[in-house]
């Protein structure tokens, strides 16, 4: 021990404890909830057997059990609908508004400054505002559909099954927009000006000069933006809690937030854990995928 504490005040095992210390705390925080997780779900734990170390080991059980409900099938869909959606739409208006901001016009860095308030705000606060928006009788949207002709009543977002999902999946592209922006503004501000140049001269017009040097220059980082969008999307929870309550009917409900549920309101944390054993699955690829494309970036 005197050795090792020795060598760390000479220097020497400095780089060692810089690593070891953060890892250790992350590890313990992290690693031990994740194991604990894992084990539950291949276990029969209810309400009284959740403080014991005396729990049945029921193998897949609960994965069989858990894929054989009536329920799991409609909450997988609306999971894949809810982050394929979302991560679409964050994208494709974050890069727009990414190139917009390229053009460095008078204003343009406070303007992208006001586009950041959305994504600070707590999603607690963000699903409250967004039931006052989306509200059915009173709701800003529903006004501004009907002056616009779009409709001619009121949709009532939260509470009819057709639009309740999709209640949600507006207010979290809203959210996660402007951390696409940003993400994908630094990517651009990246592209040497050289290679626009060089191209108009040719006679290369804006959309070939987007297909043939912004998209090739930008590929590492929508890979990362898209990676980091799937694992923001599939851990995503306070919208559901604040709008919609996964109702009705599940017609709105997802993977994150039927975990829960299960737990939480119907006491059954085996199917709780095996769901979240699954989202992670998909958390880990994604988490896999950003790394590579940031690994990718940096050799670049």
Do not use: C
């Not at 696409?180 to 626009?196: A, R, W």
């Not at 006679?203 to 998209?215: S, Y």
């Not at 309550?245 to 017609?251: A, E, F, L, T, V």
């Amino acid at each position: 021990m005197k050795k090792i504490l020795s060598s760390i005040i000479d220097g020497k095992g400095f780089d060692i404890a810089l690593v070891a210390l953060p890892l250790t705390f992350l590890l313990t925080l992290s690693g031990i909830p994740l194991v604990y997780n894992v084990l539950m779900s291949f276990q029969q734990v209810d309400l009284f057997s959740l403080g014991t170390f005396g729990r049945p080991f029921v193998g897949f059980k609960n994965y069989t059990e858990l894929f054989a409900q009536l329920e799991t099938s409609p909450i997988l869909l609306n999971t894949a609908l809810f982050v394929s959606a979302s991560i679409a739409g964050q994208f494709v208006i974050g890069f727009g508004l990414a190139l917009f901001f390229w053009m460095n016009f008078p204003g343009a860095s406070w303007m992208r400054g006001l586009f950041l308030v959305s994504w600070v705000m707590p999603g607690l606060v963000v699903g409250a505002i967004w039931s006052w928006i989306l509200s059915g009788d009173f709701g800003v949207l529903n006004f501004f559909l009907r002056e616009i002709g779009v409709t001619d009543g009121n949709i009532f977002w939260r509470s009819d099954p057709h639009y309740s999902l999709w209640a949600v999946i507006i207010a979290n592209i809203w959210l996660g927009t402007s951390f696409n922006m940003i993400l994908l503004s630094v990517g651009l501000s990246g592209i040497p000006k050289d290679l626009y140049e060089t191209a108009e001269l040719d006679g290369a017009n804006a959309l070939q000069r987007f297909w043939t040097i912004t998209l090739p220059m930008m590929r590492a980082t929508i890979g990362a933006v898209i990676a980091l969008g799937l694992i923001f999307t599939l851990q995503q929870f306070d919208l559901f809690a604040a709008i919609t309550s996964g109702g009705p009917h599940n017609s709105s409900n997802v993977t994150q937030y039927w975990a829960w549920e299960l737990s939480f309101r119907q006491y059954d944390f085996a199917k709780g854990a095996t769901i979240s054993v699954i989202m992670i699955v998909f958390v880990m690829f994604a988490s896999i995928v950003y790394v590579r494309s940031t690994r990718h970036e940096v050799r670049g």
